[in-house]
């Protein structure tokens, strides 16, 4: 059964997932302008991707689930808002933003969100992300700039292992010499050395600065090159209080400002509890814009391509008025379609 599944590989991973947890803390005080951005433009996203299904699925359909609600920190009820999400959290886990059902299950597509029986017949839950990028003008970039980096490695390694630079590392330091004399454009990426102080001369000086360049280009191919499906270490457990309590197969779908991708849960818990993709695949970072909660970033390329190109939305300036008279500004999205990719919906999705 998919739920035993799923608790049996959270018990697998490598740090400990408390499935008892229950939220507790204060609510937040004071919302600010890039929350309120960052919220438009995820609701701009579910926008897409529940569209993109609607309107391309002849056998199944889509509805909104996850909260819709506008209030923000600082607006009256905020606070009473916030302990009901809680107890929300702590009673049925982390609801998902959209899920799918089968129009043979609901010909009229009537489905009560209420009832606990309708929301286990889903066949599939999303839970959605957005990121102000465009993916494959990324990927460009860091292509180029990753390739930029070997030629730059070897251009300078051959320098370092020419004379007078090849006989003065060689008498300071055989180690490095050593290193760079086996180097080859294919294990650059796995090279590291520590980077010298020497001053003693003009020619060490100048070794020096041709150690420190390598250095720099070899940090370069060394960083995470890749864009990523960033669910929450905090979120396994609530995301798997929703699958006990309902059984239904849940996803992760991340969407850029060109097209989607999307992986499953099942999944991302199986690459996490393999530390030999780590660094490779997937890393797990303290994310300074998520009040350094521990996030896992997975390459989207472990992912599948769900939403092959999405138009472009337009955007305008809002504000939001504070009790205070505070305010803030922001933006909102509108329009943007989304084209799914049907085989990838059908085989990752419904009959994964």
Same mark, same amino acid.
């Given at each position: 059964?998919?739920?035993?599944?799923?608790?049996?590989?959270?018990?697998?991973?490598?740090? /400990?997932?408390?499935?008892? #947890?229950?939220?507790?803390?204060?609510?937040?005080?004071?919302?600010?302008?890039?929350?309120?951005?960052?919220?438009e433009q995820g609701d701009w996203a579910e926008r897409v991707v529940l569209r993109a299904i609607n309107e391309s699925s002849s056998d199944y359909f889509a509805v909104d689930y996850g909260r819709k609600d506008v209030i923000s920190a600082g607006d009256p009820g905020f606070a009473e808002f916030y302990k009901k999400y809680q107890e929300e959290l702590n009673l049925v886990g982390k609801k998902p933003d959209i899920l799918i059902f089968r129009k043979k299950d609901f010909p009229d597509m009537d489905v009560m969100l209420s009832n606990d029986n309708h929301i286990a017949q889903a066949v599939a839950a999303l839970e959605v992300r957005s990121s102000s990028f465009l993916e494959g003008k990324y990927r460009a970039y860091m292509e180029k700039r990753q390739a930029d980096a070997v030629d730059a490695c070897e251009d300078l390694r051959k320098t370092i292992?020419?004379?007078?630079?090849?006989?003065?590392?060689?008498?300071?330091?055989?180690? !490095?010499?050593?290193?760079?004399?086996?180097?080859? #454009?294919?294990?650059?990426?796995?090279?590291?050395?520590?980077?010298?102080?020497?001053?003693?001369?003009?020619?060490?000086?100048?070794?020096?600065?041709?150690?420190?360049?390598?250095?720099?280009? !070899?940090?370069?191919?060394?960083?995470?090159?890749?864009?990523?499906?960033?669910?929450?270490?905090?979120?396994?457990?609530? #995301?798997?209080?929703?699958?006990?309590?309902?059984?239904?197969?849940?996803?992760?779908?991340?969407?850029?400002?060109?097209?989607?991708?999307?992986?499953?849960?099942?999944? !991302?818990?199986?690459?996490?509890?393999?530390?030999?993709?780590? /660094?490779?695949?997937?890393?797990?970072?303290?994310?300074?814009?998520?009040?350094?909660?521990?996030?896992?970033k997975v390459d989207v390329r472990v992912g599948n391509e769900i939403l092959g190109r999405i138009e472009m939305p337009e955007h305008k300036s809002s504000v939001k008025e504070l009790e205070r008279g505070r305010l803030l500004f922001y933006v909102q999205f509108d329009g943007g379609r989304g084209y799914l990719d049907k085989d990838v919906f059908v085989r990752d999705i419904i009959n994964a």
């Open positions: 059964m998919y739920k035993i599944e799923i608790e049996q590989l959270i018990n697998r991973l490598p740090f /400990e997932v408390d499935t008892s #947890v229950m939220v507790t803390g204060s609510p937040p005080t004071m919302a600010s302008s890039e929350f309120l951005t960052n919220r292992l020419c004379e007078p630079f090849s006989s003065l590392l060689r008498n300071k330091s055989k180690a !490095i010499f050593e290193l760079l004399s086996n180097a080859n #454009v294919d294990i650059f990426r796995d090279l590291d050395f520590r980077l010298p102080s020497w001053s003693s001369t003009t020619q060490l000086v100048q070794l020096r600065e041709l150690l420190s360049q390598l250095k720099t280009n !070899i940090k370069i191919l060394h960083s995470r090159d890749y864009l990523s499906i960033t669910p929450k270490v905090e979120d396994f457990a609530l #995301v798997n209080r929703w699958i006990q309590n309902y059984n239904v197969r849940h996803y992760y779908l991340q969407v850029f400002f060109d097209k989607a991708f999307v992986i499953s849960f099942r999944n !991302i818990l199986k690459l996490v509890a393999n530390d030999e993709h780590e /660094e490779k695949h997937f890393s797990i970072e303290r994310d300074v814009k998520n009040q350094g909660k521990s996030t896992v």
